[in-house]
């Protein structure tokens, strides 16, 4: 049973910190936002029409900020890692359909309406971000909920 | 010892689900979210103004009528201490053509008159506000005003501004607006004139001082 190494720890712990608060921020600007407007980001990606648009705007921003606080706090961890990088995942297509099509996205939706950054860079963004979740589905059990709920013989064995 | 682990981390997912929901909830409720800019026809005095007054207003509304007034005039005594933009948040279900007059008075603003025309739509409310059939008020405004009518009808049935209207109503909804017209000043809720001008008497000194300026 070897011991994690402190640096990787920290780096779980950064990590799991960074895309669940990321996801806690992006949900939260949404969540506070009307539907519509994140609705109407949704529809320039011409995936889904108005309706399905409109319910996801209502229903994403939620997932996002449950999915990022239970990740940031280390609670089921590793399947909430692999959740969040599943959303991240899909973010990432439609970000790249979109940008092989060349639609016309002045706004991503990624924060809400305002403060988007261009579709390449969101792009790159997600990609660091999915490096993150598997750093932190990789060895994110570190100094989390998961750990202190742990039985005490699994407390400190390695990942 | 496993199941028991679980229940703790269930419980505690649970209870993070719980409050996350509160806060937003409660965020919702304090008007907490990002601003939504309105469209800079509807935006009135320096941006960086110490006092901010959004508007939810129907142009159909007598009670916004009355506000229009007295935001008119507070502006005047005011001008630089004052922002105020206009959202719309027509009541569709006691004002047929309200949404009408609200599409109509935004592709008068991407015209440049969006207060001229608000102003004529509110002086002249009771002569469309109730018709059985579409009032021929809008094109006698448009045409008074000297604006292009046929680029307005577009501009009315266009998707841009559809969306813009249900953006703001969507707004409004969320944060709780029932009822027109209602204030955000500075973030403190207002109904009805009145309640304006309670509340903005509280920054009174705000409003001179930045009056003298």
């Known amino acids: 049973m070897s011991e994690t190494p402190i640096k990787i720890k920290i780096s779980a712990l950064l990590a799991r910190l960074v895309v669940g608060g990321v996801f806690v921020y992006a949900g939260a600007v949404k969540a506070l936002a009307p539907a519509e407007e994140f609705a109407y980001a949704i529809e320039t990606y011409k995936v889904v029409g108005p309706k399905l648009a409109l319910l996801a705007a209502n229903v994403m921003p939620w997932v996002e900020v449950y999915a990022g606080l239970l990740l940031a706090a280390g609670v089921f961890t590793a399947p909430l890692a692999l959740f969040n990088l599943a959303m991240l995942a899909f973010f990432e297509l439609l970000l790249g359909q979109a940008w092989l099509r060349g639609l016309p996205i002045t706004s991503c939706g990624c924060f809400g309406a305002g403060g988007s950054t261009s579709i390449s860079q969101e792009f790159l963004q997600n990609l660091c971000l999915m490096c993150l979740a598997w750093v932190a589905f990789k060895f994110g059990r570190h100094w989390s909920v998961d750990q202190a709920c742990a039985p005490a013989p699994e407390a400190g064995d390695a990942a | ?213």
Not at chain 2, 1 to 21: C, E, P, V, W
Not at chain 2, 32 to 45: H, S, V
Not at chain 2, 93 to 110: F, R, T, V
Not at chain 2, 161 to 186: Q, S
């Open chain 2, 1 to 213: 010892m496993t199941d028991k682990s679980t229940a703790r981390r269930l419980g505690i997912a649970a209870a993070l689900i719980f409050l996350s929901t509160v806060a937003l909830l409660l965020g919702r409720q304090f008007s907490l979210g990002p601003i939504r800019p309105a469209p800079d026809w509807r935006t009135f005095g320096p941006p960086e103004a110490p006092v901010q007054i959004q508007e939810f207003t129907d142009f159909a509304c007598p009670a916004c009528r009355m506000a229009a007034g007295k935001i008119d005039e507070m502006m005047r005594v005011f001008g630089p201490g004052l922002h105020v933009s206009f959202k719309h948040y027509p009541l569709l279900n006691i004002h047929p053509w309200s949404l009408d007059a609200a599409a109509y008075a935004d592709c008068a603003g991407e015209q440049g008159k969006f207060k001229a025309y608000a102003d004529l739509l509110f002086e002249g409310q009771e002569k469309w506000g109730l018709a059985k059939a579409p009032p021929p008020e809008f094109a006698d405004y448009a045409k008074r005003l000297k604006l292009d009518w046929a680029a307005m009808q577009v501009c009315a049935r266009s998707e841009a501004t559809k969306k813009r209207l249900r953006t703001d109503i969507a707004e409004g909804d969320l944060r709780g607006v029932t009822a027109t017209p209602t204030f955000f000043i500075n973030g403190r809720r207002a109904v009805g004139a009145a309640q304006l001008i309670d509340q903005a008497m509280k920054f009174d000194n705000i409003l001179r001082e930045a009056a003298k300026k």
